[in-house]
Structures are given as C-alpha cells and as structure tokens.
C-alpha cells in the first residue's frame, strides 16, 4: 500500500493521464488532477524517498545502475527471454566491468527462445563468460524488481528479463523507485530465508 505523498501523487497523475480520452468521464480526471497537485504540495514523509517508474523509465534506472552502482546489482524477472541480453545480462555485465564484482540475475521460468534446458543453460554459460551470475531457484517466484548499491530499489510489473517497453504504451508497465539509507539490506534480509544463495554473494 502505497503512502507517501509523493507516489499517490504520481499514480493520480498516471491514471489522470489514462483516462483523458473520449468515453471517460471529464470530472473524474478532474478530481484525480486536484488531488495530484493536492499531494505533491504536501511535506514529504520519514526518510525514504519514491517515486513512479513507468514506461521508458525503467530503460533509464537500468542504466541508471549498471552505470553508477559501487556495489550489489541484482534483478530479478519472473521470465527469463528473448530480451535477457538486452535487459539483464548486458546491463549486468557492465556493472561487473566497473567494478569487479559478481553481479546477479535471477528469474523464475523460460520464455520464448530461451524455452528449454539446453537453452537455458546455454544463456547461463554465456552469461558466466561475462561475468554474470543467473539462478533459477528451485521454487518458482513472481519478483520483478532491480536492486543496486544500498539505497535503491525498483519493485516494478515489468520482465527485465524477457519484454521491451514501447514508448507507444508508456504506462504498459509502472513500478516504484525507492531510495533510502539501509532499504537494501532490509530487503535483502527479508528474501534471505527463501533465496539461501543470497548468503553466498
């Protein structure tokens, strides 16, 4: 549930923005629009920071942390596809590049051209060529998210690891950004119990 006044301000604005089209009804986006500008006048709340990610955003938070990122690079996508190159591995690869460090990927099932153990296993290998390291858990997960450094985390409905955004349909996939001292850790200690390989890295 989301609470800071910020991020319901920019999830009024998404929904403002989807439905200013023909067939909605005009005073709803009005009271949507209000509440939006209501909401972003008011003082922020606790010491952490969000915000919406949607659309081609999510392409400039992955650059974003392949590219600054000290330490710990994690996504995770529930499949694993065509675009895993594109969107995790390459992305991953970089930040081991910079650093010197393992980075990880992490999904739940095999899509598309990736569809089968040989496949996958093929993508696993070339992966490891590049410094990259890819889990498939024994139990099947829904986590689509991206982690980097300490501070920041990005819990979104997008499949890093097998679909692209169109810049057609920006609100196709929406997420949250959030920033924080200490936010990492504390996510990372609740997955720990169900993903023992964390404890490795």
């Not at 169109?166 to 850790?185: K, M, R």
Request: positive net charge; contains cysteine.
């Amino acid at each position: 549930m989301l609470r800071g006044n910020a991020a319901v301000a920019e999830v009024a604005n998404i929904f403002c923005k989807m439905i200013a089209q023909p067939g909605f009804r005009p005073e709803v986006g009005s009271e949507l629009y209000i509440l939006a500008k209501t909401l972003r006048n008011a003082p922020p709340l606790g010491k952490y920071m969000i915000g919406l990610a949607s659309g081609q955003m999510h392409e400039a938070l992955l650059r974003q942390a392949s590219g600054t990122a000290e330490r710990r690079f994690i996504i995770a996508s529930d499949r694993l596809g065509n675009a895993a190159f594109a969107n995790a591995i390459v992305p991953a690869e970089v930040f081991q590049k910079r650093t010197g460090m393992t980075p990880l990927v992490v999904y739940g099932q095999n899509v598309g051209a990736v569809t089968g153990p040989t496949a996958a296993a093929g993508i696993a290998e070339e992966a490891k060529g590049r410094g990259v390291h890819i889990i498939c858990p024994a139990q099947g997960f829904h986590a689509k998210f991206l982690l980097w450094g300490d501070t920041d985390i990005v819990i979104t409905s997008l499949n890093w690891g097998s679909a692209t955004v169109s810049p057609n349909t920006p609100y196709a996939e929406v997420g949250i950004h959030l920033q924080g001292p200490g936010l990492v850790e504390q996510f990372l200690m609740r997955l720990k119990p169900a993903w023992t390989f964390l404890d490795q890295g």
